[in-house]
T-cell receptor, first 112, second 112 residues
Framework: EPEVTQTPSHQVTQMGQEVILRCVPI?????FYWYRQILGQKVEFLVS????????KSEIFDDQFSVERPDGSNFTLKIRSTKLEDSAMYFC??????????FGPGTRLTVT | RKEVEQDPGPFNVPEGATVAFNCTYS??????FFWYRQDCRKEPKLLMS???SGNEDGRFTAQLNRASQYISLLIRDSKLSDSATYLC?????????????FGKGTKLSVKP
């Protein structure tokens, strides 16, 4: 069964550093998403991406965040200058029809 | 007002029991409805979509009442492997409101 994959599984970074989280969506899916989950809290939507552009974004997704699909298979989330409060689990998801979304295993980001 | 509300539990039930989870959502314009399950420190996994007519998948039955803005999940003959957190999820598309809106989840623990 095809799966969304994410790398790395755990990233530790210092405050102020840039991080790039990587995702490989399911191959025939056209819609891509990033969500985050702070420990003990609910999953929160960050951004959706379709046809090589952002289609929706939340208030969390400010100028420090960007997304890219650099090569037709990878989908990346960049955080330019990390803050302590960016520490969370980041999930990538994909969908064939913008309806049912399938999540990757997540990247645990720890900002020190 | 919380967008998606669930009883946090935990629900502690013996194997073989029937257990029901309820969820309410605040946005009457919501367009799609799902139940996901999430194991500890893992990604949300789609359990089932929820349709107005109600739907069943093996031991799981989901119901949607749009007039009351209420969603339910019934698990019959519960197994030890059903122990997880069950997430009520509502799809709102368009604008910065978000894409999938998650509840905080209801924790289920099935005991032998």
């Amino acid at each position: 069964e095809p799966e969304v994959t994410q790398t790395p599984s755990h990233q530790v970074t210092q405050m102020g550093q840039e991080v790039i989280l990587r995702c490989v969506p399911i191959s025939n899916h056209l819609y891509f998403y990033w969500y985050r989950q702070i420990l003990g809290q609910k999953v929160e939507f960050l951004v959706s991406f379709y046809n090589n552009e952002i289609s929706e974004k939340s208030e969390i997704f400010d100028d420090q965040f960007s997304v890219e699909r650099p090569d037709g298979s990878n989908f990346t989330l960049k955080i330019r200058s990390t803050k302590l409060e960016d520490s969370a689990m980041y999930f990538c998801a994909s969908s064939v029809n913008h309806y049912e979304q399938y999540f990757g295993p997540g990247t645990r980001l720890t900002v020190t | 007002r919380k967008e998606v509300e669930q009883d946090p539990g935990p629900f502690n039930v013996p194997e073989g029991a029937t257990v029901a989870f309820n969820c309410t959502y605040s946005n009457s314009a919501s367009q799609s409805f799902f139940w996901y399950r999430q194991d500890c420190r893992k990604e949300p996994k789609l359990l089932m979509s929820v349709y107005s007519s109600g739907n069943e998948d093996g031991r799981f039955t989901a119901q949607l009442n749009r007039a009351s803005q209420y969603i339910s999940l019934l698990i019959r003959d519960s197994k030890l492997s059903d122990s997880a957190t069950y997430l009520c999820v509502v799809g709102n598309y368009g604008g910065s409101q978000g894409n999938l809106i998650f509840g905080k989840g209801t924790k289920l623990s099935v005991k032998p």
